[in-house]
């Protein structure tokens, strides 16, 4: 009969044995509970949420986050149930199918609340006609104070033979302070609002917050100047 009594010896010796049997069970209980956290957590709906897309080339949104949450922050007390603002990258390149396709399934689902385009993505975001028209609220004066170029795209309906023209976006071309930042390159780049995102009066507000958190860097980046190397 296999000696069955319990000694210290024993248990060396069976873990020794099976020690990899040990190692992948528990890795296997920390992936399923992971997993299990994961799906089954509370996130935050589209109406509770804004998110911006860094629609570009190349982006980075890291150097954002704080941006972000100073934007969540100033927000909050206007839509008491906004959980989060985010900045994501969404690569768009010029007359490249795949990214086609990701901005048109990103906008199809109803993700992104605003966009901030190169020209390339503006012009697909313009023909794909789920931009709000901003004419209404520039005249009101939303961001008035920043000087931002508007821009105006035409929707093309080539079925029915008709165009229509709309306030689409603002140019960001003078805020250089995106780019110091690394994260996206401003020059012929546009700021524009998607009409079927969760909230459009809430994104409109965090955007007041941006453009005026930006604006800060750029006035303090001009007035103290990195010294020449």
């Known amino acids: 009969m296999p000696d069955t009594k319990f000694s210290f010896a024993a248990l060396k010796e069976h873990l020794r044995k099976y020690f990899w049997v040990y190692l992948i069970g528990v890795a296997a209980c920390l ?12 996130h935050p709906t589209n109406e509770q949420t804004v998110t911006i897309f860094l629609a ?3 982006s980075n949104p890291a150097p954002l986050s704080g941006l972000a949450q100073r934007m969540l922050e100033e927000t909050k007390p206007y839509d008491e149930n906004l959980k989060q603002v985010d900045f994501e990258s969404l690569m768009y390149k010029e007359d490249d199918y795949t990214s086609s396709m990701l901005l048109l399934t990103r906008l199809a689902v109803g993700e992104g609340d605003a966009f901030l385009a190169s020209q390339a993505a503006m012009d697909a975001l313009v023909q794909s006609e789920v931009l709000e028209p901003l004419d209404s609220y520039v005249e009101s004066g939303w961001l008035s104070e920043y000087g931002l ?5 035409t929707v093309t309906d080539e079925d029915e033979g008709t165009s229509a023209t709309l ?11 995106l780019q110091d930042m690394g994260a996206f390159f401003n020059e012929g780049a ?3 609002v998607a009409s079927n995102g969760g909230n459009v009066d809430t994104t409109m507000k965090a955007l007041e917050c941006m453009m005026a958190a930006l604006t800060e860097e750029q006035d303090a980046a001009a007035e103290n100047p990195e010294p020449a190397a």
């Open 31 to 42: 992936i399923g509970t992971n997993l299990l956290w994961t799906t089954t957590a509370p």
């Open 167 to 177: 306030l689409a976006g603002l140019k960001l071309d003078r805020y250089t302070v």
């Open 149 to 153: 170029e508007p821009y105006y795209g």
């Open 190 to 192: 546009y700021l524009c």
């Open 56 to 58: 570009d080339a190349f």
